[in-house]
Nanobody
């Protein structure tokens, strides 16, 4: 049974930083492309960062480029998202996701991801 558990969310002031983690179990982690998505109230789920299986190719959404670092530790079955200079508009539930689609480039479409975590709330106050 695949299980993905996010942690690291919370309340932070604008300009602050958070590091999200996602621990995966029940799958061969290094065969999956991974990504972080977020969903704010009343908005569609959107990809914020994605990484390929080996971790040498990454994608960042334009609205957060320069403020994010996605990384993975395949030995620990863990995906990370370092977020800096956070803004109130970054407030959302953040989800990690796993895709079995084999590509060297990161995968950015939600429909390509088969497994999802339960989400972690990130709230940025002004």
């Amino acid at each position: 049974q695949v299980r993905m558990v996010e942690s690291g969310g919370g309340l932070v002031q604008a300009g602050g930083s958070l590091r999200l983690s996602c621990v995966a179990s029940g799958l061969t982690f290094n065969t999956f492309s991974m990504a972080w998505f977020r969903q704010a109230p009343g908005k569609e789920r959107e990809v914020v960062a994605a990484i390929n299986r080996v971790g040498d190719n990454t994608y960042y959404t334009n609205s957060m480029k320069g403020r994010l670092t996605i990384s993975r530790d395949n030995a620990k079955n863990t995906l990370y998202l370092q977020m800096t200079s956070l803004k109130p508009e970054d407030t959302a539930v953040y989800y990690c996701a796993a895709s079995l689609i084999v590509r060297t480039i990161p995968i950015t479409t939600a429909s390509s991801y088969a497994y999802w975590g339960q989400g972690t709330q990130v709230t940025v106050s002004s």
